[in-house]
Every structure is written in C-alpha cells, then in structure tokens.
C-alpha cells in the first residue's frame, strides 16, 4: 500500500480536464477521446479497468458511450447517465467513478472498488463493491466518504476537503492494522493536530488544515516528531516487508511555552562598542543626504518584513551587528521626523536635507541582537528622537518611562516584524 505522488495531482487532473471539456465544445475533441487521455497514467482507476475500456470501445465503438458522456457532462439526472454508460461500456467501476469525480469532485469521489471495499471493512464499515457497480452502490460509497470526512473535519476543527477523505481512505490499511475504530491522526508539536494522506517512498505525507507537508520516515520515527494516535502503526516499505513503528512519546500536552528571554546586564565593552556603532549611526545618516531623501518618496508605510538576524561583525574583540542608514533614514521619514515622545519637542533644520533633525534610536537595543532570530535592524524597531530624549532614554533617572510610552506605541509594529519582547523584558534592557 502507497501513494507515490503527492495527493494535489487529483486537483490537477480535474483542471486540465475542464480545459479538455472546453476543447470538447469547440468541436476539437470527442468525450471519448478526452477521456481516454485523461485515464492514461491516471492512479485512480486501476490499470486493468483502464484497458479494459480501450478494447470494449474496440469491440463495440464508441457512439454509443459518446452520448452517455454527454448526458453526463451536460445533462442533469446524474442517476440516468450512470445507467447510460453501464450500458455502453460494461459495470466498470473504476472509470464509473472517475468519471463522476471529474464531474463534481465536491460530491462524487474516484473509487478503486476491491480497494476500498477492504479498507472500509477496516473502518467498520460493511461495504460490498465489488462486482457491485449500480448507482446505489456509488450513492452508498460517496456517503461514507463523506462520513468520513465530516468525522477529519470535526477532529481536526480545520479545513479539510473530501478528497482528502478519499485520500485517507488510501492509507488506511498502513496504518491501521492494530486498531479498530479510530481513524489517523498525528499530532506535530508545531503544526498541530494532522490527517496522514499520503505515503511515499520515504515520505509521510500529513495534512494540517489547507497545508500538506512532508516528513521524513526517519525523522517521524527516530526523533518522534510525529506523535503518532494510535501509539502503535504499521507501513510497508517496497518491499511489501511490514514496519511496526511505536514512537517513544504518548500523545499528551504538546504547547511548549516559550522559553523567558534571559536578559543579562552587557559588559562595559560591550555597551562601549554598541554605543559607538549608535553614534556612527547618526554620523552616516548626516552624510547619506541622497539617500535620505529618496527614501522620502520611496516608502509610504511600515512593511512589516521580517528578516532573519545577520551574521555578527567583530569589532574590538566584540561581535557586534551593524545598522543600516537606509533603513534608520526611512524610520525617521516614517516618524514624519518628529520626536516621537512628542511631536511638539523642539528640533532643527538638518543642513544637509532641509528635514527636521531628529535621531534614530533602536527600541530594542542592538546590543541584544543575540536574543532574537530576526532582526532587530528594521524600521519598526527604530524611533524617532529629538536629541534631548535620545540622551534621556540612554543616560536618564526616567528612562524607564520614556521606554514604555514607546513600547506601547510600538509593540503591534514589533511584532509584525517577529520581534516578541515583553515591556518587563525590554525594561530590562535598559536597567
Ligand atoms: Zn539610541
Ligand atoms: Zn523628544
């Protein structure tokens, strides 16, 4: 039992049939042959079922299957085609049901009647398909997906799509050999509670919600990063040898709470060479007047991009992270170039551009770059100063205060650019 491909080809052969169905209106194509070319290398129907089609057309041409697939595809009584084409083409399951699924994949799923009769059995679910190939069967069938499906959605409390029970329905007999009732579910401690979909060589393949991701078998397995409900599953490698996997966990409280930042006082070096690269800051931003005004024009609001934390520089023995003028100068013109702790504290002309002169300062300080993995050198994280509440916050008894007029100003931008900080731990910064 696998699944080779990723499960969003199904959603790619009902696009490319829909561009066959318009080149089918235009004159350029019969039903017949749309159909032939979309059955060639399709996995949903089994490749006896495939060919045995090909050689009933051969024996009984194809007029008569032409008009049952166009009652199918553009009549309505879905109940009438299904008979129409059993007459034409024989109790083919398999293409029965691919058909209605390239239909109405929201209502008709593609079965693999000997299959899936077994793996409903697995479920509880008293199914006879084979050889069973009557509308009302099809009817049954399609309501089971659908309890199936309802049952992911209500477990999952997250999108999940019919395909994706039909997909279930796929792998359930890898995993599903020391359980009876239950249906699959693995837990990711990141991701959340998932659907296993899909099995490849050396891929699990897990849907959480609208996304599907892939894990390594070894690393599912060897580090438990699947917590696997039931605690025990079996797959099958090429070979059709059984795997019997337990993963060490038991599924249990999976929220790890974020780790408290520790704020540690800087050392005196440290502070200095940071202090330095502030001031060097400020003298930058003097000289790079072209730059200063192109960003005036150029950015109109915070972005909100995240970047990951560079790499440290050394300086004095120290490693330290660099600041970008640009990104200090569109920070100030952000700001409108206004102190930021009040827009009415005095300022002055800068000579070099004609702006108000006002100082960026970083909220979060650079100097503790090391604590984050994104960076702290974006415009979100940078303030507009006049001179004298720049000197106060660095140097003053009330720093403190000037701190938390800002952060609450500032902490929804922070954390658009992923810079999660308390205001006690920014505080601390600045002790
Ligand atoms: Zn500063
Ligand atoms: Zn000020």
């Not at 999108?159 to 990711?188: C, N, R, T």
């Not at 790499?311 to 120290?318: D, F």
Request: proline letters at 4%.
């Amino acid at each position: 039992m696998r699944i080779r491909r990723n499960e969003g080809y199904k959603f790619n052969v009902i696009v490319s049939w829909q561009e066959q169905v318009k080149a089918v209106q235009q004159g350029k194509l019969s039903y017949v042959d749309a159909l032939l070319q979309a059955l060639s290398g399709v996995n949903l129907v089994h490749y006896r079922q495939r060919n045995s089609i090909k050689e009933k057309l051969d024996t009984r041409g194809s007029e008569m299957f032409e008009d049952a697939l166009r009652d199918l595809f553009e009549g309505n009584e879905d109940s009438v085609a299904f008979e129409e084409i059993v007459s034409a083409i024989g109790g083919n399951y398999d293409v029965l049901g691919f058909l209605f699924f390239l239909k109405d994949p929201n209502q008709y799923m593609p079965i693999r009647s000997d299959m899936f009769e077994e793996r409903l059995r697995l479920l509880g679910i008293d199914a006879h398909l084979s050889h069973n190939c009557t509308w009302k069967s099809y009817q049954q069938y399609n309501g089971w997906i659908k309890e199936i499906y309802q049952y992911l959605q209500k477990y999952m409390n997250s999108s999940v799509q019919l395909i994706d029970a039909h997909s279930f329905l796929w792998v359930v007999p890898g995993l599903s050999k020391y359980i009876d009732s239950d249906l699959q579910m693995v837990e990711h401690n990141k991701f959340g509670k998932g659907i296993v979909v899909g099995f490849d060589r050396d891929l699990i393949k897990v849907k959480f919600g609208k996304e599907t991701r892939s894990f390594e078998k070894q690393d599912c397995f060897d580090r438990g990063i699947l917590r696997l409900i039931p605690a025990k599953i079996s797959i099958y490698d090429e070979d059709e040898n059984e795997i019997i996997v337990e993963p060490e966990r038991e599924p249990e409280e999976t929220v790890i709470p974020e780790p408290k930042k520790q704020i540690q006082r800087l050392d005196k070096d440290t502070i200095e060479v940071n202090d330095e690269l502030d001031n060097q800051l400020i003298h930058d931003l003097d000289m790079k007047t072209d730059d200063v005004q192109e960003s005036d024009s150029s950015i109109a609001s915070y972005m909100g991009i995240i970047k990951p934390r560079p790499e440290p520089v050394e300086r004095k023995g120290r490693s330290v992270y660099s600041r970008n003028p640009m990104v200090a100068g569109k920070a100030l013109t952000l700001a409108r170039h206004k102190c930021e702790i009040s827009v009415d504290h005095p300022t002055f002309i800068r000579r070099n551009n004609g702006k108000p002169y006002t100082e960026p300062h970083h909220l979060v300080p650079m100097a503790y770059q090391d604590l984050f993995e994104v960076s702290l050198d974006r415009e979100e994280n940078i303030v507009s100063l006049c001179s004298n509440c720049h000197n106060e916050i660095h140097y003053g008894k009330d720093a403190l205060k000037l701190v938390e007029a800002l952060y609450t100003a500032r902490k929804d931008l922070l954390k658009s650019v992923g810079i999660d900080i308390t205001l006690s731990e920014l505080q601390q910064m600045y002790c």
